[in-house]
């Protein structure tokens, strides 16, 4: 397990690099970095002003390598737009967008979980088909609709919930099962596919055949075969809510790196931009790296692998 886990870490390391060379080039490659901080209208002398402020004359390798170190402090540069660095600005957004994102994959979980169980026991019948059904519905809704439909009928009809903010739990109810509906028809077919596959093994008849209880079977046995894919999705589910959290914190409002980032972009905020998108792709690797691990413990001919 410790050579495997050691593995792991050196490629999680090697894409770490990775994606802060992408980080670091997406916002070069659309155009002069310079002319977009200074604006369209500006004149010449600006644009040379604000690229040798920036740095932005001296080879990109020397602007990297600059840029890397700094972040690898946790220096993240300053925004053009709020009066404090991006790190801290991150920061303070950083627990909503968590707590929504964690909200969201255990209601993702709550749902698909049970459903794919059920609808791999009772296969082929209307159980089996409302399950899918369901699924379908779930991943053909846009989540701002979904949300926006949430707002209207929770929040305008019947004055449950509120619509906007994030200044208590009751802020986060609405943003939540919004993620989390639109996440978990994936997570259900995955588990409804490894039940099936793992209940129609020899094992699963062997151990029907000595008599266990039909619910340790299916639980202890069956799931914790079934659940290892699972596992894996649902580290990619978490990291897509991280990313897809800006349009959900835009409709409701909600004060997270989603919402932030949308400001940064409409008021090009490159920095900020930049320091977002380098969390967010961090929290994937970072993700994919613990859904191994995971995955390795449940099942050991990974690790032989």
């Known amino acids: 397990m410790l050579r495997f886990t050691l593995r792991r870490l050196v490629l999680a390391a090697v894409v770490g690099i990775a994606v802060s060379v992408i980080a670091f080039m997406l916002l070069r490659v659309s155009g002069d970095l310079a002319i977009a901080l ?28 600059e840029w890397l170190w700094r972040a690898l402090r946790g220096d993240l540069g300053r925004s053009l737009f709020y009066p404090e660095s991006v790190a801290n600005l991150i920061l303070t957004r950083l627990p909503v967008t968590l707590s929504l994102a964690g909200m969201g994959l255990v209601i993702a ?11 791999a026991l009772r296969r082929n019948t209307w159980v089996d088909r409302t399950a899918l059904g369901i699924a379908v519905i779930g991943q053909a809704m846009p989540n701002f609709w979904f949300g926006l439909l949430m707002i209207f009928l929770f929040g305008l009809a019947l004055g449950w919930l509120p619509i906007s903010g994030s200044d208590s739990f009751a802020h986060f ?6 993620l989390g509906w639109f996440s978990a028809p994936v ?17 699963i008849r062997t151990a029907h055949a000595k008599g ?17 894919p699972v596992v894996a999705l649902c580290s990619v589910q978490f990291g897509n809510m991280l990313s897809g959290s800006v349009v959900i914190e835009t409709v409701f409002a909600l004060q997270g790196i989603g919402y932030l980032a949308w400001e940064a972009i409409s008021r090009r905020d490159f920095p900020v931009v930049q320091g977002i998108l380098l969390l967010v792709a961090l929290f994937y690797v970072v993700l994919t790296l613990l859904a191994d691990i995971a995955n390795a413990w449940l099942d050991p001919r990974i690790r032989r692998g």
């Not at 109810?173 to 919004?178: E, K, L, R, V």
């Open 173 to 178: 109810i609405m943003p939540a099962i919004t």
């Open 187 to 203: 997570l259900m077919r995955l588990t409804r596919g490894g039940m099936v596959e793992v209940m129609n093994s020899d094992y």
């Open 38 to 65: 200074a604006g369209e209208d500006a004149s010449p002398a600006d644009v040379e002003r604000i690229r040798q402020e920036y740095g932005l004359n001296r080879p990109i390798i020397a602007q990297y390598g």
């Open 212 to 228: 266990l209880p039909a619910r340790v079977v299916v639980l202890k046995h069956a799931l914790r075969n079934a659940i290892v």
């Open 109 to 119: 979980i709550l749902i698909a979980l049970p459903l794919g169980i059920i609808a």
